[in-house]
């Protein structure tokens, strides 16, 4: 079966995000006062092959500790829909 | 009331995406051949303070186009939750 994974890397809530600071900055100046806190991190989609959803988020889980997410500054959290 | 919106923002379809490219090889050289079609963008949180979740939303639809997304390269979708 196919899965569509969606994954989202974010800096942990401990770290500063200089480039969400900025954009912090940036909204104010366009007049968006009332945001505070942006964070900004990665959203990944891709699709694969598993046996069922389970298998299907064995291998996201996988991917995201193996390649996509620096676990020392980043946690991940992902979400599998069937294709 | 305190609202959090959960933003993404990705490459439109029509377009290339060398970093997923990239990405989607690694993947495979790391075993992981089942995964196709990885593509990259940027999740981003902030919170807001706004009247009601329509406000929310309207402010952040502006975060977007005005400076968060570029719209000739990138789409972009939101949820809103209350914080």
Redesign the interface.
């Known amino acids: 079966m196919k899965f569509i994974a969606h994954i989202?890397?974010?800096p942990l809530k401990e770290l500063l995000d200089p480039q969400?600071k900025a954009?912090?900055n940036?909204?104010h100046n366009?007049g968006?006062t009332?945001?505070?806190?942006?964070?900004?991190?990665?959203?990944?989609?891709?699709?694969?092959?598993?046996a069922d959803k389970d298998q299907a988020a064995a291998?996201t889980s996988?991917?995201c500790k193996?390649?996509?997410a620096n676990q020392v500054m980043e946690s991940f959290d992902f979400t599998i829909t069937e294709a």
């Open positions: 989202n890397i974010m969400g954009v912090n940036s909204l366009l968006l009332s945001v505070h806190n942006v964070r900004i991190g990665k959203h990944i989609t891709m699709e694969l092959e598993a291998k996988e991917a193996k390649l996509l």
